[in-house]
């Protein structure tokens, strides 16, 4: 299961990554989705500044996902945030919904480590 959790936190860790490379280099231009209002919302996060805060929020957690003492973290940490890219892509850009789901797959299968989140909720109760 520890070889399935790696595969999962570098596949997750890919496009956290890619677009935080993607936001300095601009290769690749933000989705097209004209009427879509997902689209509109991705322009005004970048136009207005916010992404530049996601964008670094991705970097750090994308390259904790890497790092095995940290991969964990990285991984709890980053969940809230899938999560709200697949709620963003299921009511405001559907064509994103599938990578979305892939991406939610992905960080499920990396915080599934059952001894770490044992640690969690004992460090809780005491």
Not at 2 to 24: D, K, T, W
Not at 60 to 69: H, Q, R, S, Y
Request: charged share 10%; glycine share 10%.
């Amino acid at each position: 299961m520890s070889r399935l959790r790696m595969l999962a936190s570098v596949g997750l860790a890919i496009p956290l990554l890619g677009s935080a490379a993607n936001y300095g280099l601009q290769l690749v231009e933000p989705p097209a989705g004209e009427g879509l209002p997902g689209a509109e919302m991705w322009r005004l996060m970048r136009d207005g500044g916010l992404f530049f805060w996601v964008i670094i929020g991705h970097a750090v957690t994308g390259a904790m996902l890497l790092v095995p003492k940290l991969r964990f973290l990285g991984a709890l940490l980053q969940l809230p945030v899938t999560l709200g890219i697949a709620a963003f892509n299921l009511t405001m850009f559907p064509p994103g919904v599938a990578p979305a789901l892939v991406m939610v797959t992905l960080n499920l299968l990396a915080v599934a480590d059952s001894s770490a989140l044992r640690s969690l909720t004992e460090a809780h109760r005491r």
